[in-house]
């Protein structure tokens, strides 16, 4: 939880001064009796009292959220509870249910469609190893793994006419030259009546060597998602 703290904190000491602001109001409501602690019981009143954090409202979490030897939560304490609430940290699925402090295994389809982090279903190492969840899908990416995929997805299908307009003069000529900057080639298209500089995106498979390159990657790292899939025991 120490690294998480000091994620929080790094956040809170950048954020503008509107977030800083709402952070301390966060920690104001909580402390109800103006102590500057948070007690169990202002803890378990406070999250009770808000439909979104309910999931938190419990004793556990309270003790892994205070610092050791402490029985009541400070601000940096605080902090960090807002930075959980508002980047929505997991709590595992399966069946230990506890909050997830480090890495953990996402199912890809529910990722995609999620309309929200809540519909999310995500499973800590451990349940997942021992294959300790309920789940309709197989696909599961850890999630920096995941947050990998997604971006190289997300260059491969870049389009052509982005790149080419968001760089500069002095590197577009330099930039042309080298498939390196780019997922996507960017080549001239034979059939266009005379326009010789026409750039057109090659598709559906890009050819220069950055293009192969994430989409191997891609391939890589879904079938490591289905290859980690395969070695568990799921029911539906």
Known sequence: ???????????????????????????LEMD????????????????????????????RFFDELKKEGSEELDFLDVVTLFYIVYSGKPFCNGDCKKFVKGVYFTCVKCFDHASDAANTFNVC??????????????K???????????????LNQ??????????SPESRSTSVTSNNSS?????????????????VPVNPRPKNRAGRKALKTIEVLLALGNIFASTQCTIM
């Open 125 to 138: 190492t451990a349940c997942y190893v021992d294959g300790k969840y309920v789940h309709g899908h197989k």
């Open 140 to 154: 599961f990416l850890d999630n920096f793994l995941l947050l990998q995929t997604k971006r190289m997805e997300a």
């Open 183 to 199: 997922s996507r080639r960017l080549t001239h298209d034979p059939s266009s009546s005379g326009a010789s500089n026409e750039l």
């Open 158 to 167: 870049l389009p052509a006419s982005s790149i080419h307009e968001s760089k």
């Open 1 to 27: 939880m120490e690294e998480l703290r000091q994620t929080a904190f790094a956040y809170y000491k950048d954020a503008p001064e509107q977030i800083r602001r709402w952070v301390d109001e966060f920690f």
């Open 32 to 59: 109800h009796d103006g102590d500057d602690r948070v007690s169990l019981h202002e803890f378990l009143t406070y999250m009770e009292m808000h439909e979104d954090c309910m999931h938190l409202s419990n004793p």
